[in-house]
């Protein structure tokens, strides 16, 4: 089994529905992020989680929430999808500060 | 503002050539610089790192070499193997003690590297 699973792969939705991505770990690290990528603009960070108690935005953080379910569990929501925000969504984990551990990622479509 | 750049989009190599892929960085407070690969389909996997004490990291065929007076950062493949098709990510972030924030990794856009048989 994977460390870091994210569900599901892949993901048509239409505009303006709810959405949640899931993300879990059995690596037992302290910290959780989401990034998106977008052709040409690399990997950008969404939001992150030192702990459970601890949710912080990151730079493109607009139209997203997630929850801190439990250590391992670090879930993404849409609220209302739209099309810019068609994309592919890792999940990553670190301990402490050491380097990252990502999902294999979650290929979502807005139409 | 964009404190992790790699100019390169793409990098095209012939098999057993060197692959030298670039990364430049703004913020002076980084101190930790890692190199990420990732293939279509799946995520970004740790490949190499450097500290800030060090100029030169080397595992294998990767080296990576970093110039803090400039800047930059580069990751040194040799020989070059078609398996090495994929896009290099250069991230970076500040190791030290500062804060819970500075730890999380800034990233690159990326280089896709082709390697041709």
């Known amino acids: 089994d994977a460390d870091v699973t994210q569900t599901p792969r892949n993901r048509i939705t239409k505009t303006g529905k709810r959405i949640m991505l899931e993300c879990s770990q059995t690596?037992?690290?302290?910290?959780m992020y989401w990034y998106r990528q977008d052709p040409g603009l690399g990997l950008r960070l969404i939001y992150y989680?030192?702990?459970?108690?601890?949710?912080n935005k990151g730079e493109i953080s607009d139209g997203y929430s997630v929850s801190r379910q439990a250590q391992a569990k670090f879930s993404l929501s849409l609220e209302s999808a739209i099309p810019n925000q068609t994309a592919l969504y890792f999940c990553?984990?670190?301990?402490?500060?050491?380097?990252?551990?990502f999902g294999s990622g979650t290929r979502l479509t807005v139409v | 503002d964009q404190q992790v750049k790699q100019n390169s989009p793409s990098l095209s190599v012939q098999e057993g050539r060197i692959s030298i892929l670039n990364c430049d960085y703004t913020?002076?407070?980084?101190?930790?610089f890692l190199w990420y690969k990732k293939y279509p389909a799946e995520g970004p996997t740790f490949l190499i790192s450097?500290?800030?004490?060090?100029d030169k990291n080397e595992d294998g065929r990767f080296t990576v070499f970093l110039n803090k007076s400039a800047k930059h950062l580069s990751l040194h493949i040799v020989p070059s193997q078609p398996g090495d098709s994929a896009v290099y990510f250069c991230?970076?972030?500040?190791?030290?003690?500062?804060?819970?924030?500075?730890?999380?990794?800034?990233f690159g856009k990326g280089t896709l590297l082709t390697v041709n048989p």
């Open positions: 913020n002076s407070m980084f101190d930790y």
């Open positions: 990553a984990t670190s301990f402490q500060g050491a380097g990252y551990t």
């Open positions: 991230a970076a972030h500040r190791w030290a003690n500062s804060g819970g924030s500075n730890y999380k990794l800034t």
């Open positions: 450097i500290s800030s004490i060090k």
């Open positions: 989680s030192f702990d459970v108690k601890d949710i």
């Open positions: 690596k037992g690290h302290d910290r």
